[in-house]
């Protein structure tokens, strides 16, 4: 579940990110714009929702295609861990 | 059809996987002290290794992205058929159309 509301989030904010830098950064405005606090969250949000979609994403990888089976909660955990330290990483960089 | 797409699909986030790391550390790495226009084409323009991994990154999302909507359609929304193929096949060339342009626009 959260492999897939991360995925359309990510697929929801793909077409506004690509749009923003083929504008061949004509964006001061747009990067001050990013400076309030709720874009921030939002910011934040999106970052997560990759790592947490890449992290869902190495997990079903590894099911599929290596005989971990039995280390299926192991990979569920390292796959949360994973998003909450890029979570954190970019919380304290912002 | 099927196998096709999950082949794709799976091979694309093989290769995603990869990109991705390598952009959450860029994003860390660059948002630290503020992210300014000025610091983000100092590190792009002119740059054929950013160019190129960006290319293979786009051209992977463009793959990926509407394949995996393809199922939230079909499981979600109970939209099948050639109408939502289309879309996706529409959505997939706006991604490719954008994501070149991006690319392109701060390498250029």
Request: charged content about 10%; hydrophobic content about 60%; some cysteine.
């Amino acid at each position: 579940m959260v492999h897939r509301l991360s995925g359309i989030a990510l697929a929801l904010f793909l077409p506004l990110h690509f749009w923003t830098l083929g504008r061949a950064l004509a964006l001061d405005d747009f990067v001050s714009w990013t400076q309030q606090p709720l874009v921030k969250f939002g910011e934040w949000l999106v970052v997560v929702a990759l790592a947490a979609h890449l992290g869902g994403g190495l997990r079903v990888l590894a099911l599929e295609f290596l005989p971990w089976r039995d280390w299926q909660k192991s990979l569920a955990a390292v796959a949360a861990a994973l998003a909450l330290g890029v979570g954190l990483a970019l919380a304290l960089a912002l | 059809m099927q196998a096709g797409l999950w082949i794709v699909q799976r091979a694309s986030a093989a290769v995603l996987a990869v990109c991705v790391v390598v952009h959450l550390v860029t994003i860390i790495y660059a948002v630290q002290g503020g992210l300014t226009t000025a610091e983000i084409l100092e590190r792009t323009r002119g740059n054929v290794a950013w160019f190129a991994f960006y290319s293979v990154f786009v051209l992977a999302v463009t793959l990926h992205v509407p394949i995996g909507l393809r199922s939230v359609c079909s499981e979600w929304l109970r939209w099948r058929g050639r109408s939502r193929d289309f879309a996706l096949l529409l959505f997939a060339a706006f991604l490719g159309w954008a994501g070149m342009r991006a690319v392109v626009g701060v390498f250029a």
